[in-house]
């Protein structure tokens, strides 16, 4: 095999690896829920959204409660993208409110959707992996 085959060959693998999405778990934890949905969560208490799938985003609040929202439908590249962005008004964000997904390109504005109820969960605890 030549130099620029056997570079190709290593460039494509290395690829291959840091691509999005390829490392990293694409499951999504099952959770238990505690109580009915609600429809509003207060906006200044999220502490990090996981975005699981372009239909399931997972808000952990400060206090370490998870409320998991379910998208009505998928939202076009919210999975591989794993970011969005909203604007509201008050210090709340709820089921009635649309989020959009963003692209880091230039005009990086993707699709919007609506969400839905937001639904306290459990998780189960974190397996230990193994190498």
């Known amino acids: 095999m030549n130099r620029m085959m056997m570079a190709s060959i ?9 691509g999005p999405g390829a490392a990293r778990d694409t499951s ?16 200044h208490r999220i502490a990090q959204s996981l ?3 372009d239909s399931v985003i997972d808000f952990i609040m400060i206090d370490r409660k998870v409320y998991r929202v379910t998208l009505p439908q998928p939202c076009g590249d919210l999975g591989f993208q794993e970011r969005f962005g909203y604007s509201v008004s008050i ?8 989020i959009t997904v963003l692209y880091l390109n230039p005009g990086g504005l993707g699709a919007r959707c609506a969400l839905a109820p937001f639904q306290q969960i459990t998780l189960p ?7």
């Open 10 to 18: 290593a460039l494509l693998a290395g690829l291959a690896l840091a």
């Open 28 to 43: 999504i934890p099952k959770g238990t829920p505690v109580g009915a949905p609600q429809s509003c969560i207060t906006r």
């Open 51 to 53: 975005v699981r799938s």
């Open 91 to 98: 210090d709340q964000l709820c089921a009635s409110d649309i």
């Open 125 to 131: 605890p974190r397996e230990k992996r193994t190498r």
